[in-house]
């Protein structure tokens, strides 16, 4: 089968990125030829298997002179945010990637095309390839920028619904495509996440049994709507010392001022807070073995990939009871150690009312200190997840 993946932002940074690229690799290995299509800068590096063909659409040159767009307000990497679009900008990021869209689909003839994102550029593949099979995955951040933007929303609505599959996270995500987009609801299918297996196990035992200190990680943007400051402010209350409790952060700044503020914060807390910088998936494997707790205080995420990395090297989990992510670990994961934390009253999608965190830190505070207490955990069986199962299901609708 040939196949042509899609997306408007770098395929090797953020949860979306990574998320594309391990479906690709997977459909390799099951020998399907692929080719991919990305808004990247020209020193990017670009880690996909040999045999697949690599379309890139270069921002900050003289037809496309902006920072890439990203679908996250805060990128970790510089971006252009959709809402400052201009008219202007929108039909420079619209000729530069037809032209590139094109030329990949002129070569590769794909029997379908997979997009990133139900968002602007998977609305303008559906309208410049209409004899095609277009598919869209869902990644949270498209429906936050629906709910929040106005940006082409009646031309991006209009095209999404004209997709021929659209593919959810999980079940709560699912509905809320429904309600964002009016699609058809046979149109939209449940595929989950995978992980990287071969990346991602148990090395061992954890570096607390030998020096008894007990270590937690966070992967992801080190930003406020990530939860980080809250984090902080949750840790200050712990009553650990550093030789008692190490707090590792892996992930790069959502933007400068709040990393500052943030590291600024970490200061107060009377455990060990590290912070180290954006990481490889096997410098990450490594912190999660080196951890006996994994944290991902985020207010608004669709089906972290980082929890089921951290689960598979034997961490437990502490995380907030984002919309439909309890019932999709229960059914996938069953028996994983994973304590929730209930979110703040929130508005605008992903940001929580002020007045609420003190409380929301609090009960943030309670849980780690009880995972803290609670000493070792038992193993999650994460062998139900694996990219091969969603590229099966993505091949088959496609044949």
């Known amino acids: 089968m040939k196949i042509l993946s899609v997306t408007a932002q770098k395929p090797n940074s953020t949860g979306s990125g990574i998320y594309l690229t391990e479906l690709v690799k997977a459909m390799d290995e099951e020998g399907h030829e692929q080719a991919v299509v990305a808004g990247i800068n020209r020193e990017d590096a670009i880690e996909l298997p040999d045999r697949v063909g690599f379309y890139p659409v270069y921002f900050e040159q003289e037809d496309l002179p902006y920072p890439i767009v990203g679908m996250s307000d805060e990128m970790p990497y510089v971006s252009t945010r959709y809402c400052d679009l201009t008219p202007e900008m929108t039909e420079q990021f619209k000729n530069a990637f037809v032209n590139v869209l094109k030329k990949a689909v002129e ?47 009646e031309y991006i609505r209009t095209q999404i619904c004209a997709l021929d599959r659209v593919y959810a996270l999980q079940q709560a995500q699912k509905v809320k495509i ?7 609801p046979a149109k939209v299918q449940v595929v989950g996440t995978g992980y990287n ?29 990530k939860g980080v400051m809250s984090l902080m402010r949750a840790l200050r209350q712990l009553p650990y010392r550093e030789e008692e409790l190490e707090v590792l952060l892996a992930g790069g700044a959502g933007n400068q ?34 951890c006996d707790i994994f944290v991902l205080p985020s207010f608004f995420e669709g089906l972290p990939l980082t929890v089921i ?17 309890r019932e999709w670990m229960k059914e996938t994961v069953p028996g994983a150690d ?58 088959r609708e496609g044949i």
């Open 197 to 225: 297996s071969e990346v991602f196990w148990t090395d061992g035992p954890k570096k607390s049994s030998l020096d008894g200190k007990i270590r937690i990680a966070y992967a992801g943007k080190i930003a406020g709507k």
């Open 178 to 184: 429904l309600e964002i987009y009016g699609l058809d």
């Open 257 to 290: 001022k709040e990393y500052q503020e943030i590291v600024e914060l970490s200061k107060l807390c009377a455990c060990k807070v590290k912070f180290l910088g954006k990481l490889t998936q096997p410098e990450l494997a490594k912190v999660y073995n080196a």
């Open 107 to 153: 070569e590769l003839n794909p029997d379908v095309i997979l997009c990133h994102h139900l968002y602007l550029l998977t609305a303008i593949v559906r309208e410049h390839f209409p004899g095609r099979r277009v598919y869209g995955f869902c990644h949270n951040t498209d429906l936050r920028q629906m709910q929040k933007n106005s940006l082409e929303t």
């Open 309 to 325: 990395e951290a689960l598979a090297c034997g961490d437990r989990v502490v995380m907030t009871e984002l919309p439909g992510i």
């Open 338 to 395: 994973i304590r929730y934390v209930r979110l703040p009253e929130m508005r605008n999608a992903d940001e929580p009312v002020l007045e609420e965190l003190p409380a929301f830190e609090q009960r943030l505070k309670d849980v780690l200190e009880e995972c803290i207490e609670a000493g070792e955990t038992k193993s999650a069986d994460v062998s139900n997840i694996s990219w091969k199962t969603i590229a099966c299901e993505v091949v």
